[in-house]
């Protein structure tokens, strides 16, 4: 068997070949990692800025940039937008380094219509409700003989939990993706949402992230401030709910409200569900913070969401509840690792 250089290196320096043969990764990095996908390149240059120790590798022309970023070992890499380019990156990702966990952060049209541009959201599940059976009439689909039996299709519908199916988008029946897994093969398993990770949830209820109303080009050339380059109202961090992802960039106010009113959906975007999906074929935990840039869907183009991206509030705002996290998480393992160290003997008398 002729074993790769990196493998060899892996192996022989930072033990790696211990890893089962499913879960072995680290082609070109074998240190542990927390990896962060962004789908918003002027966010990724933020936090790459205040990387220290920084290195930058190309695998397949994506630059993933490695060092500390409070107190973390990371690595960054822009994904694009689109879930065929956050898949394609995320496995890339997984593949080259070694991720204990993964973080995506970005910007994403909003759906709740309470929240307000700036805010910051971190969902608890992400979803893809534009993965669909479309039927030709409103009824639920009988491809396979029975009505809402998809099975001799290699399908799934989604189902609610009561298991019933949800409602359609007119003619559009929600369906479930197949996923195999080291854990799930050989028949795979079909999956409709994808819970963050409990524990990186309850982390991210705790942060008191320093959001801006004003983005950083508000600043006058006197030293002041461009008031129209500011949101109206004070950005919130909003933890819970369901995000949903697809392909569509979504400009359709009627579909926004079916997302929000059947799912109960927050925000939607572009990529954070197909990172889920890979995740958890890879089993790695993730979550993700999203900053809602405007209501999708609405007809008039809202002041504060010009404001947002012109004043460079979007990635600023992303950037410092990515950073808050990262922080907090050093602090959460540290005192783990404080309430499992071993008692000192008693002092003898």
């Known amino acids: 068997m002729r074993v790769r250089p990196a493998a060899l290196w892996c192996a022989l320096v930072l033990g790696c070949a211990g890893l089962p043969p499913a879960t072995a990764r680290c082609l070109s990095d074998c240190t542990p990692r927390i990896g962060i996908v962004s789908a918003f390149g002027a966010e990724a240059d933020l936090l790459v800025a205040q990387t220290r120790q920084a290195r930058t590798r190309t695998v397949n022309g994506n630059r993933f940039t490695t060092?500390?970023?409070?107190?973390?070992?990371?690595?960054?890499?822009?994904?694009?937008?689109?879930?065929?380019?956050?898949?394609?990156?995320t496995q890339l990702m997984l593949d080259h380094f070694r991720i204990e966990r993964l973080v995506m952060s970005g910007i994403?049209?909003?759906?709740?219509?309470?929240?307000?541009?700036?805010?910051?959201?971190?969902?608890?599940?992400?979803?893809?409700?534009m993965e669909v059976y479309w039927n030709g009439e409103a009824r639920l689909p009988s491809a396979c003989g029975v009505p809402g039996d998809l099975a001799c299709l290699g399908l799934a519908l989604a189902?609610?939990?009561?298991?019933?199916?949800?409602?359609?988008?007119?003619?559009?029946?929600?369906?479930?993706?197949?996923?195999?897994?080291?854990?799930?093969?050989?028949?795979?398993?079909?999956?409709?949402?994808?819970p963050v990770d409990a524990e990186m949830l309850a982390v991210a209820r705790s942060l008191r992230p320093p959001l801006q109303r004003c983005g950083p080009r508000a600043r006058t050339a006197q030293g002041g401030i461009d008031d129209p380059q500011c949101v109206k109202a004070q950005p919130t961090l909003v933890v819970?709910?369901?995000?949903?992802?697809?392909?569509?960039?979504?400009?359709?106010?009627?579909?926004?409200?079916?997302?929000?009113?059947?799912?109960?959906?927050?925000?939607?975007?572009?990529?954070?569900?197909?990172?889920?999906?890979?995740?958890?074929?890879?089993r790695v935990p993730y979550i993700a913070m999203r900053s809602v840039s405007d209501l999708a869907g609405a007809q008039d183009l809202?002041?504060?969401?010009?404001?947002?991206f012109t004043s460079g509030l979007a990635?600023?705002?992303?950037?410092?509840?990515?950073?808050?996290?990262?922080?907090?998480?050093?602090a959460h393992q540290a005192s783990k690792r404080r309430a499992v160290r071993p008692a000192p003997p008693p002092a003898r008398r």
Request: net charge negative; charged share 15%; hydrophobic share 45%.
């Open 240 to 282: 819970g709910g369901t995000g949903v992802s697809g392909t569509a960039f979504l400009a359709n106010a009627d579909y926004r409200r079916y997302l929000f009113d059947t799912l109960g959906a927050q925000v939607v975007e572009m990529e954070t569900a197909a990172l889920a999906h890979v995740a958890l074929a890879n």
């Open 108 to 129: 994403a049209g909003g759906v709740n219509p309470a929240h307000r541009v700036g805010d910051v959201t971190v969902p608890e599940r992400w979803v893809m409700p």
């Open 315 to 330: 990635e600023a705002n992303a950037a410092a509840v990515t950073l808050s996290f990262l922080e907090a998480w050093s």
């Open 159 to 194: 189902r609610q939990p009561d298991g019933t199916p949800w409602p359609p988008y007119q003619t559009w029946y929600l369906r479930q993706n197949f996923v195999m897994t080291a854990a799930n093969a050989p028949q795979g398993e079909y999956r409709f949402d994808y």
């Open 302 to 308: 809202h002041a504060d969401a010009v404001a947002l």
């Open 67 to 89: 060092g500390v970023l409070r107190g973390r070992r990371v690595v960054i890499v822009l994904s694009g937008v689109s879930m065929v380019n956050a898949t394609m990156v």
